[in-house]
């Protein structure tokens, strides 16, 4: 099964397949000393995913310490570097520097997820640099943003239904 992942030790409930992961973080446009940045990283599975193609900067935000502890274990387990930082979407601009990271992938499987993706929306034109992606996982469709162009939207039927938007910076 191209989805098991000898890393994933410590999940979520939301967990996704890996290859769902990694398609997303190939859509981004990651490369070899990039900086990728997943603002909402649980378990880190989309910055492992990152860093097992290419070597770069990969920081994560999780606002619960289990999910900071767990991506600590798998990131050992998968040999990969991560930057983790305990926090809320609020507190990033104040942990990356501004308009430097080339990617934002993350993760929104929520119920009601509309002032998360407003603060996520906000958070990402800080630090993303010009032309920069913002890539979403979610189970919902998500309008454009003022500052964001809709670039893609893919569908991907795995038990359930998941889109992956594409968003570049304006």
Do not use: W
């Given at each position: 099964d191209l989805s098991k992942r000898e890393y994933k030790l410590k999940t979520t409930a939301v967990s996704l397949n890996s290859c769902i992961e990694y398609g997303a973080?190939?859509?981004?446009?990651?490369?070899?000393?990039?900086?990728?940045?997943?603002?909402?990283?649980?378990?880190?599975?989309?910055?492992?995913?990152?860093?097992?193609?290419a070597?770069?900067?990969?920081?994560g935000l999780d606002s619960n310490y289990a999910n900071i502890k767990n991506s600590k274990l798998n990131?050992?387990?998968a040999n990969v570097e991560l930057e983790l930082h305990h926090g809320d979407l609020d507190w990033i601009e104040t942990?990356?520097?501004?308009?430097?990271?080339?990617?934002?992938?993350?993760?929104?499987?929520?119920r009601e997820y509309k002032e998360v993706v407003r603060k996520l929306f906000v958070q990402a034109r800080i630090v993303l640099k010009k032309q920069g992606k913002l890539v979403i996982i979610c189970n919902k469709t998500?309008?454009?943003?003022?500052?964001?162009?809709?670039?893609k939207q893919y569908t991907v039927n795995k038990g359930t239904s998941y889109y992956i938007l594409v968003f570049q910076k304006k």
């Open positions: 973080v190939r859509l981004s446009g990651y490369k070899k000393n990039h900086i990728l940045l997943d603002p909402l990283c649980r378990n880190s599975e989309v910055l492992l995913e990152a860093g097992l193609y070597k770069g900067r990969l920081i990131a050992k387990i942990k990356i520097e501004q308009c430097r990271v080339g990617e934002v992938v993350t993760v929104l499987m929520l998500i309008p454009e943003h003022q500052d964001f162009k809709l670039m």
